[in-house]
């Protein structure tokens, strides 16, 4: 069993940056992030192979955030820059043990860190 501990959530102003974290205690393939705003559904944010050569985004997202690994530490990072407010969710990071196809579909993914809320202010 792998587990996922996030860290690095909080509020923030439109325009401003937070840096997430997310450290596996296992070996995966893959670390994806998802989120989930109040009254909506969780939805797929980015993801990336431990290997670092294939990432991929939310078109809601491209171009703001970016997702990178660390493989000596076994941590992915979420840089999250231009937040605007509706960006505003709690953000999962999500891991899975083997390549998967259905890279933005939840199920695709083993392990799933605690959560950490991120505000963002208008």
């Known amino acids: 069993q792998v587990q996922l501990v996030e860290s690095g959530g909080g509020m923030v102003q439109a325009g401003g940056s937070l840096r997430l974290s997310c450290a596996a205690s296992?070996?995966?393939?893959?670390m994806g992030w998802f989120r989930q705003a109040p009254g909506k559904e969780r939805e797929f944010v980015g993801v990336?192979?431990?290997?670092?050569?294939?990432?991929a985004y939310a078109d809601s997202v491209k171009g703001r955030f970016t997702i990178s690994g660390d493989n000596v530490k076994n941590t992915v990072y979420l840089q999250m820059n231009s937040l605007k407010p509706e960006d505003t969710a709690v953000y999962y990071c999500?891991?899975?043990?083997?390549?998967?196809?259905?890279?933005?579909?939840?199920?695709?993914?083993?392990?799933w860190g605690q959560g950490t809320q991120v505000t963002v202010s208008s």
């Open positions: 990336i192979s431990m290997s670092g050569v294939n990432t």
């Open positions: 296992g070996r995966i393939y893959a």
């Open positions: 999500a891991a899975s043990r083997i390549p998967i196809t259905g890279i933005t579909a939840e199920g695709g993914y083993d392990y």
